[in-house]
C-alpha cells in the first residue's frame, strides 16, 4: 500500500507513494482538516482544483453530528461529502481527553460528557474502529490517549500502557474494504517511552505509524525531539504521519526528520483572523499597510486568490466582513501549504532537497500571531 520511491542524501526526507481505496497519494504530503466533513470555507472542486490529494475527518465530532445513521444513508462519508478521493479519520481520543468536560477512563475506554449537550457518551478502540469503519475512510487511526505535555512520568507512562492495550484491539476489529490502520506512538518528550511504545506498535504491524502527543501546547524544540526520538523506531517502507503540524517552515523541517504526512487547522484558521501565508512568513492583510497595494498575497502564486484580487481588495473584503475575503484568504493559505508539499516532492526527486530546505529556512519569518495560532491549533 506504500511505495519507498526514493531518500534524500543529505537527510531523511523520503518521497513515496501510498495508494488507497480512492486513490493515489504522492508524499510528502499535507491534508487539509475537514473535522465535520468540510474544511471551513472550501468546497470539494477548490480544494481538487488546488492539488489537494487527501482530506482529514473527525471520528468524534462526526459520530454526534451528524451522526452514522445519516452518513450510512448518504452511502458512507465520501458521497455524503461529495469527495472522491482519499480521507483519513482521527479515532477522536484527542477530542475525548480535550473537550470532554467530564470523563472516566475505563479498561476498554472513556466515558465522557459531550461537549455539545452533556450527555453520556463512551469512546473506545471498538467504538472508535467501529464508527471509522461505517464511515469508509482510507485510513482510519488506532484510538489512542494522548496526554498534555504538561504530564508527570507517571501519566506519560499510565498513557503509553493504554494507548499500547487500546491499540492491540483497535487491530482485531473489522475494517471496512481496503482500510488501512495506523497507529499512534505517544510519550510526550521521554525518549525511552518513544522507543517503547514505537517498537510495541511496530510488533502489531500496522499500515503506518503516527507521530501522537505533538502540538499539543509544548515549545517547538520539544515538538522536533519528539519526532526524533520516534522516527528511528518506525518501518522504513511504511508510512509515517505527524499529527496536527504545522506552519510550512516545521512541516519542511519535519520532512528533513523522516516525516510523510501532515495535518493542521493553521492554513484556514489564520485565514478567518486576516493571514496570509507566504515564503517569507506571515502577512497580515488586514493591517493599514495593505490599504493601498494592489499586489497579490503572493508575487509568483499560483492560487485563485493570488491571479485575481489585490491585497488592497481583500483587505477592504475583511475590514467590511465580506465572507469572499476570508475564503480567498483560506483559498491562497492551503494552496501555499500544497505547493510547499510539492516543491518538497520536486526537490527530493531532483536531489536538491538540503538546497531547497537552507533557502526555506533562510527566508520565512513566522510572526508572533501566527506563532499565537499555532498554539490554538493545539485546541482542535
Not at 194 to 223: K, Q, T
Request: charged share 20%; proline share 6%; with cysteine.
Amino acid at each position: 500500500m506504500f511505495e519507498l520511491l526514493q531518500t534524500d542524501a543529505s537527510s531523511q526526507a523520503r518521497r513515496g507513494r501510498l495508494t488507497t481505496p480512492h486513490g493515489v497519494v504522492d508524499t510528502p504530503v499535507f491534508m487539509s482538516v475537514g473535522t465535520q466533513g468540510s474544511v471551513k470555507a472550501l468546497d470539494p472542486r477548490e480544494l481538487r482544483e488546488m492539488g489537494t490529494q487527501i482530506i482529514l475527518g473527525n471520528t468524534y465530532h462526526l459520530n454526534l453530528r451528524p451522526g452514522l445513521d445519516i452518513i450510512r444513508a448518504a452511502g458512507g462519508l465520501h458521497r455524503f461529502i461529495n469527495w472522491p478521493g482519499p480521507i483519513l479519520t482521527d479515532s477522536g481520543g484527542f477530542q475525548v481527553f480535550s473537550l470532554a468536560t467530564i470523563r472516566k477512563i475505563q479498561a476498554h475506554g472513556v466515558e465522557f460528557r459531550s461537549h455539545l449537550d452533556g450527555s453520556l457518551l463512551f469512546l473506545g478502540p471498538r467504538e472508535a474502529m467501529a464508527i471509522q469503519a461505517a464511515l469508509g475512510a482510507d485510513i482510519a487511526m488506532a484510538f489512542d490517549d494522548c496526554p498534555p505535555h504538561t504530564s508527570t512520568p507517571r501519566e506519560l507512562r499510565a498513557a503509553v500502557e493504554r494507548t499500547l492495550r487500546w491499540a492491540a484491539e483497535c487491530r482485531q476489529q473489522p475494517r471496512a474494504p481496503g482500510q488501512m490502520v495506523f497507529g499512534i506512538v505517544q510519550g510526550g518528550a521521554n525518549a525511552a517511552l518513544r522507543e517503547e511504545c514505537a517498537r510495541a506498535l511496530v510488533a502489531l504491524e500496522f499500515d503506518g505509524y503516527a507521530i501522537g502527543g505533538v502540538s499539543v501546547g509544548e515549545p517547538e524544540p520539544e515538538m522536533m525531539r519528539a519526532v526524533e526520538m520516534t522516527v528511528p523506531f518506525l518501518p522504513d517502507r511504511q508510512p509515517r504521519y505527524a499529527m496536527g503540524l504545522g506552519t510550512p517552515a516545521q512541516m519542511v523541517e519535519l520532512v528533513a526528520r523522516g516525516v510523510d504526512m501532515f495535518d493542521c487547522v493553521l492554513p484556514t484558521r489564520v485565514a478567518r483572523n486576516g493571514t496570509a501565508f507566504t515564503r517569507r512568513g506571515s502577512l497580515s492583510i488586514k493591517a493599514g499597510a495593505c490599504k493601498a497595494d494592489f499586489r497579490p498575497i503572493e508575487e509568483g502564486c499560483d492560487c485563485f486568490a493570488c491571479q485575481h484580487f489585490t491585497r488592497a481588495y481583500l483587505r477592504h473584503l475583511l475590514n467590511v466582513g465580506e465572507i469572499l475575503g476570508l475564503r480567498m484568504l483560506s483559498v491562497h493559505n492551503t494552496r501555499m501549504y500544497l505547493r510547499t508539499m510539492e516543491e518538497v516532492r520536486a526537490a527530493i526527486a531532483a536531489g536538491t532537497f538540503a538546497e531547497y530546505r537552507r533557502a526555506f529556512a533562510a527566508s520565512y519569518v513566522p510572526t508572533a500571531k501566527v506563532r499565537l495560532a499555532r498554539a490554538a491549533a493545539a485546541e482542535r
